[in-house]
């Protein structure tokens, strides 16, 4: 079945420092892929997303490239704020009746002053 | 706009009591809705979803039931809770009235189970 693999948390880094969160799939078909963040005590957001092979989604400052021939897609930042800490979590999904997601286990963020 | 609301937004529960956790969408017909949980230190597992009023997919055999009584509730329950019960509970909707991958989230009911 389809899956998805993220790096170990928690990551800690210092504010204006760069950020990697590595993603890796396994997938049967053509999936779309998505980042979403889950801040402390809150459900998750959609970050960003792409929809196919050399897509690159980005918001916030947050991006991400849909690379297929590594089923990857790293979360990067350039230059990460304390307000980023969070918990990440990377997810596949197909289209169909219902878009049920197929999340990683998530990877905690924690920036630093 | 569309939103999303869930609650209780904390419980308490003993072991062997029954449980019910209601969410709903604002907004919007016809969704497809969705009941995540999150364990503590885990990822998310999908439990069930729904295309449509009394339509249940379940995605994993389990303590829990779901219901959807009415187009854009849906309800999470059960008979009597096990401490592996514990965790936090997520309700999502997504349009079904055309093809989207995006599903957006509710803020989410915390059980504990002692």
């Known amino acids: 079945g389809d899956s998805v693999t993220q790096m170990e948390g928690p990551v800690t880094l210092s504010e204006e420092a760069f950020l990697t969160i590595n993603c890796t799939y396994t997938a049967t078909g053509y999936p779309s892929l998505f980042w979403y963040v889950q801040y402390p005590g809150e459900g998750l957001q959609l970050l960003l997303k792409a929809t196919k092979a050399d897509d690159k989604g980005s918001n916030k400052g947050f991006e991400a490239t849909y690379r297929k021939e590594t089923t990857s897609f790293h979360l990067e930042k350039g230059s990460v704020q304390v307000s980023d800490s969070a918990v990440y979590f990377c997810?596949?999904?197909?289209?169909?009746?219902?878009?049920?997601?197929?999340f990683g286990t998530g990877t905690r963020l924690q920036v630093t002053l | 706009s569309q939103t999303i609301h869930q609650w209780p937004a904390t419980l308490v529960q003993p072991v062997g009591s029954p449980l019910s956790l209601e969410c709903t969408v604002e907004g919007t017909s016809n969704p497809n809705l969705y009941w995540y949980r999150q364990a503590a230190g885990r990822g998310l597992q999908l439990l069930f979803y729904?295309?449509?009023?009394?339509?249940i997919s379940s995605e994993v055999p389990q303590n829990l039931s779901a219901s959807r009584p009415q187009d854009r509730q849906f309800i999470l329950s059960s008979k009597k809770l096990l401490l592996s019960d514990s965790g936090f509970y997520l309700c999502?909707?997504?349009?079904?009235?055309?093809?989207?991958?995006?599903?957006?989230f509710g803020p989410g009911t915390r059980l504990t189970v002692t």
């Open positions: 999502a909707w997504s349009p079904g009235d055309r093809v989207s991958y995006e599903q957006y």
């Open positions: 729904s295309v449509g009023i009394g339509q």
């Open positions: 997810a596949l999904a197909y289209t169909g009746t219902a878009s049920k997601l197929t």
